[in-house]
Nanobody, 118 residues
Framework: QVQLVESGGGLVQPGGSLRLSCVAS????????ANWYRQAPGKQRELVAT???????KYADSVKGRFTISRDDAKNTVYLQMNSLKPEDTAIYYC????????????WGQGTQVTVSS
């Protein structure tokens, strides 16, 4: 069983930055697609950023130009650099790894809280 552990969340003022980390218990991100999701209170979980095994990236329109997803396969780690944070970015951020073979293989982290407030 693969475990994903997020860290780096916290309280930040509008306009500030945070970098989230997601460490996997085994080498996985060179095969699995890495995703960052977020869920704000009363809202559905939203896909924020994706990094495929071939390093292509995609972003939600709401974070384009502000967030950057990156990977360090040697450290089994995926990052989400978040700049120019807005109050509407406040949410629990979840790391996800997924792979489509004969079926979908998927793992989730426990989430890390990001609060953007003055």
């Amino acid at each position: 069983q693969v475990q994903l552990v997020e860290s780096g969340g916290g309280l930040v003022q509008p306009g500030g930055s945070l970098r989230l980390s997601c460490v996997a218990s085994t080498r996985i991100f060179d095969i699995y697609t890495a995703n960052w999701y977020r869920q704000a209170p009363g809202k559905q979980r939203e896909l924020v950023a994706t990094s495929s095994s071939v390093l292509s990236t995609k972003y939600a329109d709401s974070v384009k130009g502000r967030f950057t997803i990156s990977r360090d396969d040697a450290k089994n780690t995926v990052y989400l650099q978040m700049n120019s944070l807005k109050p509407e970015d406040t949410a629990i951020y979840y790391c996800n790894a997924e792979f489509w073979g004969s079926r979908k293989y998927e793992y989730w982290g426990q989430g890390t809280q990001v609060t953007v407030s003055s």
